[in-house]
């Protein structure tokens, strides 16, 4: 009598095949059903400070570029040194103005650091303020501490 080895071969061989199949299924779908990452906002800033008096100065953080931000989820840290660039403190330090790009383009350094009342109310950094587009301006207010 003969003996049908090949049958059994080729049987498994499709359950090989088949074991194969089905694993790079399951890493298909568990690799392809994970949700993309999110995309980061995109935006260049810049800040400058401008020392208003000899006690007091402020911080221009101007929106140059990229998407509109929302400024609420901002966070601003003001880091004072010493002469050797050691870090003396790290305060946080919040907006006081908020200035359209239009707006901040016509002001002067004295209109900047100490706008009229009216100003001071309509620029005033809200809580509603959550739409930062290229050109606008956050200005911190900022009173240096006496040291005497």
Known sequence: MRKEKALSEIVGALILVALVITGIGIIGVLLLSTPPPEAKEKVVLSSSCLQCNSSSFIIVTRHEGGDTIDPQKMKFYLSTEFFNRTIMERVIVYPTW????????????????????????????KRNTNIMKNGDVIVIWYQMKNNG
């Open 98 to 125: 908020f200035y359209p790009a239009e707006i901040f383009s016509s002001l002067d350094k004295t209109q900047i650091c100490s706008p009229s009342y009216e100003d001071s109310e309509k620029f005033a950094f």
